[in-house]
């Protein structure tokens, strides 16, 4: 793989001089280190000729230390209601031209994503070549939710989750994201990767799951207090850590 630096924003006053990091993913091999040191797949730009990786505070459940939480208990219950089922499907005996899919995909992205996605760029995410698996869930023979995952030896990434609006009093989307999770652990996965953590709307990742870590821009952290603390004030950051508080920051890399 092939990390580089993208000069970013610049404060003089403050000595800040921000460089965006990404990686350009060279063999499908690589994608477990990839994800290891903070990368997610970048999609934005349908250009883009290379798998592209940027660097982010990104969210993972260390399997070995996964059990079931309480509320995953109560989701489980209130969905056996409806009796649900998830097959999960190798891409490449998935359809993903499939003009009701996309829809629905895209459907479902207007009325919840903070930004829409188009039908290019939903093209665009469904070419990538370290797609492996979509998981399909329903309910009878109801198609109620997809995710499109990348899986790679030993790792999984939960991607984008697509589902149907009409089950949110029993909370399908977390239902579907423990599934996932769970079932990489039967499957005796290493970590599942869960995407970005940012802004307080992001908690509901943060809340629900055991053995979750983030990734600080250096390594790994435990600690889902800070994590928790860091959603709550983003949209209040005007400087970067080490200028906030150089002790502790060093402290944490010490």
Known sequence: MKIFRSESFVDYKTYTFNYATYCIKEDQSELPEIY????????????LQEETYYLARSLRVDLSLFKESS???????????????????????????????????LDFASKRFSESISMERLDYILSAKSISHIFQFKIADKNVGYVISIIENGTLHYWFAFFDLEYQTYALGKWMMF?????????????VYL????????????????????????????????????????????????????????????
Not at 36 to 47: D, E, M, T
Not at 179 to 191: P, R, Y
Not at 218 to 246: G, H, M, V
């Open 36 to 47: 290891a040191q903070g990368f997610l797949p970048y999609s934005n730009n349908v250009n």
């Open 71 to 105: 509320e995953n208990r109560r989701v489980v219950r209130k969905m056996e209601e409806l009796q649900p089922s998830l097959e999960v499907i190798p891409a490449k005996d998935f359809n993903l031209d499939d003009i009701e899919f996309k829809n629905y995909c």
């Open 179 to 191: 599934s996932v999770i769970k079932w990489a652990f039967e499957q005796k996965m290493a970590f």
């Open 195 to 254: 995407g970005t953590c940012y802004g307080e709307k992001s908690l509901y990742k943060v809340r629900d799951f055991k053995g979750l870590s983030y990734f600080d821009g250096n390594q790994w952290d435990s600690n889902i207090k800070t994590l928790k603390a860091k959603c709550k004030s983003d949209q209040e950051f005007t400087a970067d850590e080490f200028k906030q508080d150089t002790d502790l920051f060093l402290q944490r890399l010490l």
